[in-house]
């Protein structure tokens, strides 16, 4: 059968509605952007713009069954893809917003961590002239020996370790946020529940000084150790010395 014999059948059968014209370009890319958009991010993060193309396309397989390759199987299709590679362009955009704004979430945490150091750092530079500063899992430590705090066996602040309190208190309260733990504590001579007694009253004595200075007494809180909790040896007056000492904690942030 000569080629123009059978051009002439393939003719004859379409213009008789048997054989159905192979579906346009169009309508091929529309198929084809649908899929590769639908398989994407774009089925999270814009449904209802795919579900929009997905609507578009169906019309133009919908013309394309009733009316072969023709101008609105053509021109639906057409709009099938454009609202499909829009629906995608809309997700695409709306991912980098979020990207954009983890990144900036990122640095403004990274710009505060760098403060706080920053600040601790002054604080305990700052503190170390009155005390002994270091640094551990429980945050910043300042020590303060208890003879220069108290005279031996009282609890009332004494007079000339009020400048160094003063220094304290004035440094702390450039921590905005933060927490204080005034801990006391004694050496091991006398009678433990006497020495859990005076190392209580003396954290109370040095967090009722800083409350007085501007502290909130929401930030300080105190707690009484006594003899627990050694730092030396009690059986040498230099250990015992070491023991007998107020402990101020710059507590840590909450993870």
Not at 26 to 33: F, G, K, N, Q, V
Not at 129 to 138: D, F, K, Q
Not at 187 to 214: H, P
Request: hydrophobic content about 35%; overall charge neutral.
């Amino acid at each position: 059968m000569s080629n123009k014999v059978w051009q002439g059948m393939l003719m004859t059968a379409l213009a008789a509605g048997c054989v159905k014209a192979p579906p346009p370009p169009e309508l091929e890319e529309a198929r084809a952007t649908y899929k590769r958009v639908s398989a994407g991010p774009t089925a999270q993060q814009n449904p209802s713009g795919l579900a929009d193309a997905k609507v578009t396309l169906d019309q133009a397989e919908k013309n394309y069954d009733d009316n072969g390759d023709g101008y609105q199987t053509r021109d639906t299709a057409y709009v099938a893809t454009r609202k499909a590679q829009l629906a995608e362009a809309d997700a695409n955009a709306a991912l980098a917003a979020k990207e954009k704004a983890r990144l900036q979430k990122e640095l403004e945490v990274a710009q505060a961590q760098r403060q706080e150091r920053l600040r601790v750092s002054e604080a305990a530079q700052a503190l170390s002239a009155v005390g002994t500063v270091t640094e551990g899992e429980r945050g910043t430590v300042l020590m303060l020996g208890g003879n220069i705090l108290f005279a031996s066996g009282h609890y009332d602040l004494r007079e000339d370790s009020l400048s160094k309190l003063n220094v304290v208190a004035v440094t702390l309260k450039t921590m905005t946020g933060k927490t204080f733990l005034v801990e006391g504590y004694t050496d091991s001579t006398g009678k433990a529940a006497f020495n859990k007694k005076l190392s209580m009253k003396r954290a109370g004595a040095v967090r009722e000084y800083l409350i007085s200075q501007g502290l909130s007494e929401e930030q300080v809180k105190a707690v009484g150790y006594g003899e627990d909790k050694p730092v030396a040896p009690n059986d040498t007056a230099e250990g015992r010395a070491q023991n007998r000492r107020v402990e101020i904690v710059v507590q840590p942030n909450p993870s």
